[in-house]
């Protein structure tokens, strides 16, 4: 079945207490991204991926870092969480840009 | 500025009527333009995307792109209860950035 695995699904956690988010896809796309979504505020790019070991910024990055060691992965690493944080996290991918993201389940985190 | 604009709602409509809901958007050289439902607690999924001016339809499913006007519209006939959700705009600039609006919640009432 194709899809985007997310794990966890709920975390909690202390304030700087270093942690990773996983995510990977099956269906060889190219084009990953992390989203995080609070009331009013929608959704809002993090980082995104556009192949292996290409990296980028998007709207929110501040606080947060990726990786892309290979094509179906793609972490989000929080090296010092802080509460304002404490959000849902969505990873997406697609084929290439500009066409349909696939997401994942996403991951409530909470930043104590 | 957002760079995409939703109305909150939530907007409600009887059961079978037609639901239409309305997007903005400030960057001129967006180039592709997307509806998501979410339910609560659940990931988005893809409804519609369209590209180019003018109407597309799909099902019960007509979304509407207006390019001079910077205006996405996502109209959904014969409203179903199963159609209560948050309805998302989202648009991709080109530049590999997708933008969100804070979305659109519909109730449909029996």
């Known amino acids: 079945e194709a899809q985007v695995t997310q794990n966890p699904r709920y975390l909690i956690t202390v304030t700087g207490k270093k942690l990773t988010v996983t995510c990977s896809q099956n269906m060889n796309h190219e084009y990953m991204s992390w989203y995080r979504q609070d009331p009013g505020l929608g959704l809002r790019q993090i980082y995104y991926s556009m192949n292996v070991e290409v990296t980028d910024k998007g709207d929110v990055p501040e606080g947060y870092k990726v990786s892309r060691k290979e094509k179906r992965n793609f972490p989000l690493i929080l090296e010092s969480p802080s509460p304002n944080q404490t959000s849902l996290y969505f990873c997406?991918?697609?084929?290439?840009?500009?066409?349909?993201?696939?997401f994942g389940s996403g991951t409530q985190l909470s930043v104590l | 500025q957002k760079e995409v604009e939703q109305n909150s709602g939530p907007l409600s409509v009887p059961e079978g009527a037609i639901a239409s809901l309305n997007c903005t958007y400030s960057?001129?050289?967006?180039?592709?333009f997307f509806w998501y439902r979410q339910y609560s607690g659940k990931s988005p999924e893809l409804i519609m995307f369209i590209y180019s001016n003018g109407d597309k339809e799909d099902g019960r499913f007509t979304a509407q792109l207006n390019k001079a006007s910077q205006y996405v519209s996502l109209l959904i006939r014969d409203s179903q209860p199963s159609d209560s959700a948050t309805y998302l705009c989202a648009v991709n600039t080109g530049f590999n950035k997708f933008y969100f609006g804070s979305g659109t919640k519909l109730n449909v009432k029996p």
């Open positions: 960057d001129r050289g967006s180039q592709s």
């Open positions: 997406a991918s697609s084929l290439s840009t500009g066409v349909k993201l696939f």
